[in-house]
């Protein structure tokens, strides 16, 4: 994407009271985001969801001016703004209608990377909350995934640092600006991440660490992630916040069960015990549940090359693989088909051994 478009898309962002919703309603309104900033006020008002409150704070000029000092800083320092429009935005996001337009990266992991797993806890583990971490991650080293966290004190750190060393790729979802990292004591650990890995935020810089904005990055972690795993957790935290938005996101939660008398498995156990969880004692449980294998992604795609299909059939099959997952209302309405005709199609590509049918209603590639 062109620099002068990023330009617009970070300022509309710096336009107070403007989320992701109303500012993809803006865009989709006036045919891009640079003439959002040239449409008149008159005809501004008029766009559904758009009001007196935003003309109120609408003020282009300073949006823009703030817009150019963030490019100066994302260029000084080697950071990649992800439109939501561009290729290489996390593909995973894209499917919500409250995934941020921009996004701030810097790493090397590739963001759409065959398997991602979240791992997160309290800021404050056990000692068996450490070793069910550890044990975990280790696990998952033959199933190719990328390992995403919030870079916090405690299970997150644990769960970076692991994969730091067992050469697992990790990413860090942040609640603040690329400016900083917080806490600073995980500042090396970011820096090491970065060569196999990276962090992500959809914070620009000079944003602190505020508590609002970390159900914000919670969010992010449960809708970039297939699976999100909950290692030690009370009752209400981060972690269940992270948890319940995956359940939302009709994502699989995974909850290491604990000691009905220890506070720090309050949350897991009730997790558990609510079905909004599946017990897991190693990450075999994990592969067991989403039909995993010990493979890498470029077997899986491989495997697809030598089955004839036609042009919606190789569509589909590019929407799964794109998605890793998806359901059928997901792919009726990419399609832009009838949900007949797109189960008729499903059930042909079954049927080539194609793709796999999972509980929901959902699809994944055979």
């Known amino acids: 994407m062109k620099e002068q478009e990023i330009l617009y898309l970070i300022a509309l962002t710096k336009v107070p009271k403007v989320g992701p919703v109303v500012a993809k309603n803006l865009i989709s309104y006036c045919g891009g985001v640079e003439a959002v900033f040239k449409e008149s006020r008159k005809n501004l008002i008029k766009i559904l969801g758009i009001g007196q409150i935003f003309l109120d704070n ?5 949006a823009l001016a703030e817009a150019e000092r963030e490019l100066k800083f994302i260029g000084k320092n080697n950071i990649s703004a992800l439109s939501y429009l561009s290729e290489n935005y996390p593909k995973r996001l894209s499917n919500f209608d409250s995934s941020p337009i921009i996004m701030y990266y810097k790493g090397s992991a590739n963001l759409n990377h065959f398997r991602t797993v979240a791992v997160v806890g309290t800021r404050q583990p056990s000692l068996y909350g450490k070793q069910m971490c550890e044990v975990i991650i280790e696990g998952l080293l033959p199933y190719n995934v990328l390992l995403v966290s919030g870079l916090a004190f405690g299970v997150d ?22 400016d900083r990292i917080y806490p600073s004591e995980n500042k090396l650990l970011s820096k090491k991440m970065i060569e196999n890995g990276g962090i992500l935020t959809e914070f620009p810089s000079e944003t602190n660490p505020d508590r609002e904005n970390f159900p914000m990055r919670n969010r992010i972690i449960a809708s970039i992630s297939d699976v999100v795993v909950v290692i030690e957790s009370k009752r209400k935290g981060g972690s269940i916040i992270t948890a319940e938005f995956a359940n939302e996101y009709n994502k699989d939660v995974f909850a290491v069960p604990g000691h009905v008398t220890e506070v720090l498995s309050e949350g897991c156990n009730k997790l558990i015990k609510q079905n909004k969880a599946h017990l ?8 067991y549940i989403m039909r995993w294998e010990e493979i890498d992604a470029g077997k899986v795609i491989q495997k697809q090359l030598f089955v004839d299909l036609d042009d919606t059939e190789t569509k589909i099959i590019q929407l799964i693989r794109d998605n890793k997952e998806i359901s059928i209302d997901a792919l009726t309405y990419k399609m832009s088909m009838t949900p007949s005709e797109v189960s008729s199609l499903l059930l042909t590509l079954e049927f080539k051994g194609m793709v796999k049918t999972l509980p929901g209603k959902k699809y994944i590639l055979a």
Do not use: M, Q, S
């Open 157 to 178: 750190a644990i769960a970076h640092r692991k994969c730091v060393d067992i050469n697992i790729p990790t990413l860090g979802i942040l609640g603040h600006g690329l």
């Open 280 to 287: 897991i004692e190693h990450a075999a449980d994990i592969a």
């Open 58 to 62: 609408f003020k282009p000029g300073e």
